[in-house]
Nanobody
């Protein structure tokens, strides 16, 4: 049974930092893309960042320069370092793994086969 489990969320003041972790079990994702998405109340789930098997990464414009995605293939884990947080970053953050189809679909939630339950990130002003 494949599982993705996120951790590291919490409450932080604006300007602060958090580091999210997503631990995968049940299969290895070393050859797969992995990503982070977020969903704020009343809004659709949106792409945050993705990392490929060659460790290259893509980011949403809203987080570029503030967030960094990384992965540890030995631990089957993907991380999201979030700096300079703003209240607009408040959301449930979820990790995703294994693109179903073409690489260009990486920003679409429906493109991933596996999802975690999510972790809440709240940024106070």
């Amino acid at each position: 049974q494949v599982q993705l489990v996120e951790s590291g969320g919490g409450l932080v003041q604006a300007g602060g930092s958090l580091r999210l972790s997503c631990a995968a079990s049940g299969r290895t994702f070393s050859g797969s893309a992995m990503g982070w998405f977020r969903q704020a109340p009343g809004k659709e789930r949106e792409f945050v960042a993705a990392i490929w098997s060659d460790y290259s990464a893509n980011y949403a414009d809203s987080v570029k320069g503030r967030f960094t995605i990384s992965r540890d293939k030995a631990k089957n884990t993907v991380l999201l370092q979030m700096n300079s947080l703003t209240p607009e970053d408040t959301a449930v953050y979820s990790c995703a793994a294994d693109l179903k189809s073409r690489r260009s679909s990486y920003t679409a939630p429906a493109a991933y086969n596996y999802w975690g339950q999510g972790t809440q990130v709240t940024v106070s002003s």
